[in-house]
């Protein structure tokens, strides 16, 4: 293993959350005035923590977002994940052979703490992820594709970020975790590789991770 800490990202990578999210995202958001398709919302939030989505509404509009948005946005994608949201296939296996060989890993998601426990809880993950294995953008001043989230992971994990390798599925979470100066690997299951622009290597399903990192 040529790495000290496995870092993953949460929503696409473990979670398979970013069809469930980016179709109410772009439902919602035309719903308020701003026509947005889900491909639109693929291209431009996939990845993001909640700011970076009432920074661009704003930039592109001149309009603010309602004060409620975030809250009743979350509640609408709790509701379809306590209903449809299961586990990338192939991540618990993964999670299970780096816990037997004894590697470190954690997550560090844009999504708030909430978000990221209840689809774990709905999809098993929990049993891989105590409270000290969970960091999310809320933890940071700035999110993707800032690298502080990636380098207080790090930190609080107790790892050189030379030492870390990132599992990321978006754009702006290659560009964080380059930006950290970690290695990151692409994940291309929903984000082809042209998009994925600075990660070392790239790979489909999970069941290819481990070669990948050596295990």
Not at 54 to 68: K, T, Y
Not at 120 to 129: E, I, N, Q, S, V
Not at 178 to 203: H, S
């Amino acid at each position: 293993m040529r790495y000290d800490l496995v870092i993953f990202d949460n929503d696409g990578v473990l979670v398979d959350s970013e069809p469930i999210s980016n179709t109410l995202l772009a439902g919602y958001l035309t719903e308020l005035g701003h026509p947005t398709t889900y491909e639109e919302s693929v291209r431009d939030f996939m990845g993001s923590a909640m700011h970076r989505i009432h920074e661009l509404v704003e930039e592109r509009s001149g309009q603010r977002l309602p004060a409620g948005f975030d809250e009743t946005f979350h509640a609408r994608v709790f509701a379809a994940f306590q209903a449809e949201l299961e586990a990338v296939t192939g991540a618990a296996e993964v999670l299970k052979q780096l816990a037997e060989a004894g590697i470190p890993y954690c997550v560090a998601s844009s999504g708030s703490h909430e978000r990221i426990r209840v689809g774990h809880r709905k999809t098993g993950l929990d049993a891989w992820f105590p409270d000290e294995l969970v960091f999310s953008a809320e933890d940071v001043g700035r999110g993707k594709p800032a690298p502080d989230l990636f380098l207080h992971a790090a930190s609080r994990m107790g790892v050189a970020p030379e030492r870390c390798v990132v599992v990321e599925d978006s754009r702006l979470g290659v560009q964080a975790a380059v930006a950290a100066g970690m290695d990151v690997y692409g994940f291309t299951a929903m984000t082809p590789e042209k998009k994925l622009a600075g990660a070392q290597g790239f790979f489909g399903a999970m069941d290819e991770l481990p070669a990948i990192l050596g295990l």
